[in-house]
């Protein structure tokens, strides 16, 4: 052997060398999530980074998973079943006419500066909110309240005028516009969260957007945790509060929020232990998991539907004969097999688990009834050719996924050629709001358990309704339900209105939603519910073999 | 050398700074959608608000003065997509992430790149050669999104000596260097085998192999400076590049850098996020052109007399 060759073996016998050394110190004797249920801190993977941290603007779901940390309104919802529970208010009433709400607020509720959180604080939270200047794009959550919506377009300017009056320190009467059924569950919205007065007037007027108040070192909360760390695209963490009414049930010590963007990512941070629970989980995963780990798996219903819209502007889609054709022909079954999340066949447009109504079962997959509406419409064999029509949905491997399955389901079942055209998402966004598409694809999550949520979506000249449909028996039993206090009369308006927006097709359901994710044994007290709202005052950890709080 | 210096500063990279600026301006205002659309409609009140919030309600031409004269000024304006953040602060936040992610991937990228490339060269045709220039060629064709998930699933999954994500640790750097570093390398390594085979034909070697020189010394002190000349050339829009973030490693590795800014302002249609970011980056490569310009001067003396 020569120098050189012993140079080189020397080399690699000295590289194994040090891989060997470094291994015992390399390796993990224990994981993060292992360690932090001793600390009793929990790890979450939250998306992506959020906007903002102030209730009145944000929009996101990343958002609303750390404002409910940092913040509590009135009520807050209960976990399990999402029932509406005492939160800053002790107690309320309501007058028999569903109009007049009278809130008392409990006297332990504190700031976390120790300011005593007064009736006052919500009036003026309320008028942050409903600021035109603030731009907030939920100010249409507080539409309910008399006067609000004026005060919001500019049309009234005198707040006083609105239906929030303070009657004392911890008494708040709530005047509404017309009966809400679903109120309460309003009020566990990050829209109606109060922000503390001072703090906000203390980095500029009350309708200033964009100040720093939500720094760690500026921002004031109510809720069962303050914010302690921020760090852009890296990590938020919120500590527990001590002054919070209700701390002694408050278990965890603290919570991180790390803003993982990729699926794939989150995944493997689970795997190995760096995080409790993500906010997704890849769809090639989930099979893997469902035969290995289903005790990681997490598949929760959602209060989301999965759609296609139709343009009935103009031809071929305003012939509801065509649109049915199109609707019958979708193999809902297929599609959900397809992506695997557990979705369910859509069978109509409001999906399941909305308060007091249930949709019925109205658009079924049926090729032969679907070849006779087309027929009838005078598509097919023996009448015109069928146009060319393109179906547009944003760039995203899911959506192209199942842009294929139904492209070829209208081929095979009704000799339809659709041509697929995948846009970015802003772009796709502008072709949407503009009516330049044919069919679209289109999802809708509700932000509370009320049917309403869903279906005055489809109003004449409503800002959601990219079809152009209009229905005047429609919008008419909209307004009965929006005006109904009881129960029945509400749900046999909603009945009537799905009936005729399933007849008439402007839109093809194909599934309902559902939150798949994957979670730690050890979290203890997070609840599957429709909204994927998880108030973490409820949430404990404990290490295998220790029960349940 | 001063004199080209100071033109340069002076002069060329105002002078591109502004072309940059106008271009990039007004061809991010083409592109369909804006900062507020979303899936959700945006009453028109709200949209009215935001657009005058944010200056957007003012017709271009206003618009363009008003953002330049901001931008002379040191401000950057505010994110569309993060409220109550300045471009400048997110910029100052996850610039040093990106740097410290970039100096260590450049060092990796220099210490694999330039050895190998020089050792390659001098066992020209060798099983050594062929063995170098083969994994350069896998390095630079394997893409960064399909390296990164084989080392995590190596090292993190399957060994469990180190963490998947995040940038907490020390141990946190170490994937996202290597699996940026490495691409590098490998170019690093097929320029420097490239040059230094030229520069070994040259005569000046062949005088100091036949005063006797060792080939170690001959390698190292003679070839060295004149086969570095193009892997210098190379370093100064890649290591702008390295310094100001990758989106595919940020993403893969959950770094808090600044390379996902560039991608998502662009989505958001966070304009003055898009301005920020775009201006930032040309800052940073007019810089390192001006250094690459530098030393080429500092190791070929022909181009001092030139400069």
Request: net charge neutral; charged share 20%.
């Amino acid at each position: 052997m020569n120098d050189r060759q012993n140079h080189t073996v020397f080399i690699v016998k000295m590289l194994f060398c040090i891989m060997a050394c470094s291994m015992p110190f390399c390796r993990q004797s224990h994981t993060r999530v292992q360690q932090s249920i001793l600390e009793k801190t929990l790890l979450i993977a939250n998306q992506t980074e959020p906007q903002e941290l102030d209730p009145h603007i944000v929009t996101g779901v990343p958002e609303f998973h750390i404002l409910q940390a940092l913040f509590e309104g009135l009520v807050i919802a209960e976990p399990q079943h999402l029932k509406p529970v005492p939160g800053i208010a002790s107690s309320w009433e309501v007058t028999p006419d569903g109009l007049n709400w009278t809130f008392h607020l409990r006297t332990d509720a504190r700031w976390s500066n120790g300011d005593t959180v007064r009736a006052d604080d919500f009036r003026f939270s309320w008028q942050r909110i409903l600021s035109p200047a603030l731009g907030s794009e939920y100010a249409y959550m507080l539409f309910c309240i008399k006067g609000a919506e004026a005060f919001n377009k500019g049309e009234l300017t005198d707040f006083s005028a609105v239906g929030v009056t303070v009657v004392n320190g911890s008494t708040l009467k709530v005047e509404l516009c017309r009966p809400t059924p679903y109120f309460l569950s309003l009020l566990s919205h990050h829209s109606w969260f109060p922000v503390h007065p001072s703090t906000i007037l203390k980095f500029g007027a009350i309708d200033a957007r964009g100040t720093p108040w939500t720094r760690p070192e500026n921002i004031v909360t109510d809720g069962a945790f303050t914010l302690e760390k921020w760090e852009v695209n890296k990590e938020i963490t919120v500590v527990k509060n001590p002054l919070y009414y209700d701390s002694d049930r408050v278990a965890l010590e603290k919570i991180c929020f790390y803003p993982i963007e990729n699926q794939q990512t989150e995944e493997r941070a689970f795997r190995t232990g760096e995080v409790h629970i993500t906010s997704g989980c890849p769809p090639t995963r989930i099979d893997w998991y469902r035969k290995n780990h289903p005790d990681l798996l997490r598949i929760d219903p959602y209060l989301g539907t999965y759609f296609y819209v139709l343009n009935v502007r103009k031809p071929p889609f305003d012939n509801p004969l065509v649109r049915r054709a199109f609707a019958l022909s979708v193999d809902r079954r297929a599609i959900v097999k397809l992506i695997k999340g557990g979705e369910t066949p859509a069978v109509s447009f409001t999906p399941p688990g909305t308060e007091g109504y249930t949709a019925d079962s109205l658009i079924g997959f049926d090729t032969t009834e679907a070849r006779r509406n087309l027929e009838a419409a005078g598509y097919g064999p023996g009448g015109k050719p069928f146009p060319p029509v393109e179906l547009l949905y944003n760039t995203s491997e899911t959506h192209h996924l199942l842009a294929q399955a139904v492209q070829q389901m209208w081929q095979q079942y009704l000799g339809a050629g659709v041509t697929l055209v995948n846009q970015e998402w802003k772009v796709y966004l502008t072709s949407k709001v503009n009516g330049d598409f044919s069919i679209a694809r289109m999802g809708w999550i509700g932000d509370y358990r009320d049917p309403m949520n869903f279906l005055d979506m489809w109003l004449t000249g409503g800002g959601n309704n990219n079809s152009g449909w209009s229905d005047a028996g429609y919008d008419s039993l909209i307004a009965v339900a929006a005006n109904s206090l009881g129960n029945e009369d509400r749900a046999r308006a909603f009945r009537g209105a799905e009936r005729i927006l399933m007849d008439s097709l402007p839109i093809i359901p194909v599934y309902y939603y559902t939150n798949v994710y994957l979670i730690d044994p050890s979290v203890k007290g997070w609840y599957p519910n429709l909204l994927n709202l998880h108030n973490y005052k409820y949430v404990s950890l404990a290490a295998a073999g220790d029960n349940d709080r | 050398m001063m004199r080209f210096l100071a033109r340069r500063i002076l002069i060329e990279m105002p002078l591109s700074l502004l072309v940059i600026f106008t271009i990039t301006f007004f061809i991010i205002r083409c592109a369909p959608g804006g900062p507020f659309s979303s899936e959700k409609n945006v009453p028109p009140q709200v949209l009215r608000e935001l657009n005058r919030h944010y200056g957007l309600d003012k017709p271009l031409p206003v618009q363009y003065v008003t953002y330049l004269v901001s931008v002379v000024k040191g401000d950057l304006g505010p994110s569309f997509k993060y409220p109550g953040r300045n471009v400048s602060d997110l910029i100052a936040a996850a610039f040093p992430v990106s740097l410290e992610l970039g100096v260590y991937a450049l060092f990796i990228a220099l210490a694999i790149g330039i050895p190998a490339g020089l050792f390659a060269a001098s066992r020209a045709g060798t099983w050594f050669d062929y063995l170098v220039m083969a994994v350069s060629m896998g390095g630079i064709c394997i893409p960064a999104f399909v390296l990164g998930p084989l080392l995590v699933l190596v090292f993190a999954l399957l060994l469990g000596w180190l963490p998947v994500s995040g940038w907490m640790t020390p141990a946190d750097r170490i994937l996202p260097s290597v699996t940026l570093g490495v691409v590098y390398a490998a170019y690093i390594a097929r320029l420097t085998r490239g040059s230094t085979l030229e520069v070994l034909v040259q005569e000046y070697i062949r005088t100091a192999r036949a005063k006797g020189l060792r080939e170690g010394a001959i390698l190292f002190r003679h070839a060295l400076r004149g086969a570095l000349m193009p892997v210098i050339s190379f370093l100064g829009p890649a290591a702008a590049g390295l310094v100001t973030g990758s989106f595919v490693i940020e993403t893969i590795f959950a770094v808090p850098g600044l390379g996902r800014f560039f991608v998502t302002a662009a989505f958001n249609r966070d304009y003055t996020m898009i301005m920020g970011t775009v201006l930032f980056y040309v800052v940073i490569i007019l810089v390192f052109n001006m250094l690459v310009d530098v030393g080429m001067a500092f190791l070929d003396p022909r181009l001092r007399t030139r400069t």
